[in-house]
């Protein structure tokens, strides 16, 4: 989503906050815009589009400064626009300031400032009123104003203010948005987003909710509410700038495809030891804790909730709990069955979105304990849970997920078989056979990779096809779920997925020639059923496409065609049949010409609702 920079220091602040910001256009955006504070004036440009224009519009040399603020925008209220634009200014042009996040209450706040104060609004947005209500407060001390204002705004926000007045500092403000800070050699650094900062420092401040942050050209200070100064310690991190590059692909969704197989070792490697057994104590649950729990919830949102409902079953199987999988969006507002006795398990890539972590904070509230599988080291939803599995997929930079998929599904697993253990309802055989199965997964996930040439000769035979359904049974249905999201985010073609069982109930009635049907054909349980399916399919002239095991005739007999990926148990084929999902969308947006790492409309990460 949106992004924001700050920097102080000696050096140009306009070339600072341009490389910060172009860091961050993975996230996606459409437009920017940059505030400076220099020689007691603050100097504003905004352009809607891409950083490429808002550049051309400051390259003169006195367009700079040694202190200022950038934003990136994703438009949420009023359109792409140079209005709507962040930085906005106080009517007096002295402030200004970028918000991440969503202020609920604006319409209010703008009637009370037009009313009482007389204020014209420059644009549509939320963020505005922000700038005005600083620039009502201010009385000469730019932290008293921000927080002034802050307590009148209900939302999730991170805000970066400076002030033409006090030309040496940045003062920052966050509630449920991420905000992090830093010092280099160049001077202060303040972003909404750790990469941003990565080229300049790997010691990071992570500020916490409510936190005031002052940025300075040498001190990054914190303070509380009450403007108590907070002692934090930096948080290292480990990723290599480079890491967050394409490394030599075309796109980063290719790249990350590529890196699945790494991901998954690398998140079996942290939860193992050498000799296949389960390392998950720091996970804390005790076996009467767990024999407590009599319901758990996975909450997530998009491809997160399609991992929950690959893991449902598993978790089911091995840990013999009844498991509900739910959307974010729909389990904070639907009043759900909650007690202490719910193990409620959020499953987050970025650790951002907005719904997860007040779908987390509802079930907090009602007494749950909070399990969260994460990627991102040191996100919101990690630091608002009891225990955190974090997953090792490293930088997710594509918009479509990939790599944080498989690797959520393998946490699944573990986490499943952990429970089993301490719960005494999983033997040791069982247990070591499904670790044995898992550890094969970055070996069979790498040979589908290496299929590469026949899944583009798939992609070139279908990638005009303007109707492409998949259909599964049992943990297929989350795998077809997941391929049809891939599809049509990145290629935008029209897709949906379905239950095989479901057809007939309706669905049959759009079955034409001209419709591409994918049956998943995975689950060695529902073989028989499923190859019915496929018959029913081809009685109605679809043409379908069969994504089965090696070997299987009878179902590259039933079907026009088939895509064999390398034979593995049950359990391991959702982590293993995706990846030819993954790269055959990938494939045919390519062919198709699609913007594959930024689809239009979307962003990285979630932060608003
Ligand atoms: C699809 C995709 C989204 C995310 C969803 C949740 O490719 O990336 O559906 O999975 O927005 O995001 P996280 O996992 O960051 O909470």
């Not at 626009?81 to 930085?87: F, G, I, V, Y």
């Not at 293993?576 to 999902?581: E, G, Q």
Request: hydrophobic residues 40%; neutral net charge.
């Amino acid at each position: 989503m949106c992004g924001i920079v700050g920097y102080a220091g000696a050096g140009s602040a306009k070339a600072m906050i341009l490389s910060g910001l172009r860091s961050l256009e993975y996230r996606g955006y459409d437009s920017a815009g940059i505030a400076l504070v220099r020689k007691g004036k603050l100097l504003v440009r905004k352009e809607s589009g891409k950083l490429d224009a808002l550049e051309s519009k400051v390259g003169a040399a006195d367009f700079d400064a040694q202190l200022g603020i950038g934003h990136t925008r994703w438009a949420t209220h009023g359109a792409p626009t140079r209005e709507n634009a962040h930085p906005h200014t106080s009517v007096d042009g002295r402030i200004a300031i970028v918000h991440n996040g969503i202020i609920e209450n604006f319409m209010q706040l703008k009637q009370e400032l037009i009313t009482k104060h007389g204020i014209r609004f420059q644009s549509e947005t939320d963020s505005e009123v922000i700038a005005h209500l600083i620039g009502v407060h201010y009385r000469g001390d730019l932290v008293g104003a921000l927080r002034a204002a802050a307590k009148r705004m209900h939302g999730a926000y991170a805000v970066a203010v400076v002030c033409a007045d006090e030309p040496d500092q940045i003062v920052a403000i966050r509630k449920d948005a991420p905000l992090v800070a830093g010092i280099c050699e160049e001077g202060g650094l303040l972003a909404s987003d750790i990469p941003a900062l990565l080229k300049y420092t790997r010691d990071v401040y992570l500020i916490e909710n409510d936190e005031i942050v002052i940025v300075t050209k040498g001190a990054v200070q914190i303070f509380d509410e009450e403007m108590t100064r907070m002692n934090r310690t930096k948080t290292h991190i480990d990723w290599d700038a480079q890491a967050a590059e394409k490394g030599g692909y075309e796109h980063f969704m290719i790249k990350e495809i590529n890196e699945e197989p790494m991901g998954v070792r690398e998140t079996l490697r942290h939860r193992l030891d050498a000799n296949g057994e389960l390392l998950l104590d720091d996970l804390e649950f005790t076996k009467e804790e767990l024999d407590a729990i009599d319901r758990i919830y996975i909450v997530a949102c998009g491809t997160a909730s399609h991992a929950g409902l690959v893991g449902k079953p598993v978790i089911e199987k091995y840990a013999r709990i009844p498991v509900e999988v739910d959307l974010s969006s729909e389990f904070r507002y639907r009043n759900p069955i909650v007690t202490e006795r719910t193990l409620v398990i959020c499953i987050s890539q970025s650790g951002e979105t907005s719904d997860t972590l007040e779908a987390l904070r509802e079930a907090k509230r009602r007494g749950a304990k909070i399990l969260s599988i994460v990627n991102v080291v040191g996100s919101s939803v990690a630091r608002a849970s009891d225990h955190v599995f974090y997953t090792w997929a490293g930088p997710e930079i594509a918009v479509a997920s990939t790599k944080a998929y498989t690797t959520q599904i393998v946490s699944l697993y573990l986490i499943a078989l952990h429970m089993g253990r301490l719960r005494g309802t999983v033997k040791e055989a069982e247990s070591k056979k499904l670790v044995g199965e898992l550890l094969e997964a970055p070996d069979l996930i790498a040979k589908v990779i290496k299929d590469e040439k026949r899944i583009m000769e798939l992609a070139k035979a279908h990638y005009k096809k303007e109707k492409i359904f998949f259909v599964g049974r049992g943990s297929d249905v989350a795998t077809a779920q997941e391929a049809s999201l891939k599809l049509k985010e990145i290629t935008y073609i029209n897709s949906f997925a379905i239950a095989a069982g479901e057809l007939k109930h309706g669905t049959i009635a759009l079955i034409t020639r001209d419709v591409l049907f994918f049956a998943v054909a995975t689950q060695n349980y529902l073989y028989e059923k499923m190859l019915s399916n496929i018959e029913e399919m081809k009685a109605r002239q679809a043409q379908v496409v069969a994504v089965a095991k090696k070997g299987d005739k009878r179902i590259s007999q039933a079907a026009d065609d088939t895509f064999f990926f390398p034979d593995c148990s049950d359990e391991v084929a959702p982590i293993v049949a995706i990846i030819f999902f993954q790269m055959f969308a990938y494939h045919v947006a390519k062919l198709r010409g699609r913007n594959i790492d930024q689809p239009r409309n979307l962003a990285k990460s979630v932060t608003v609702e």
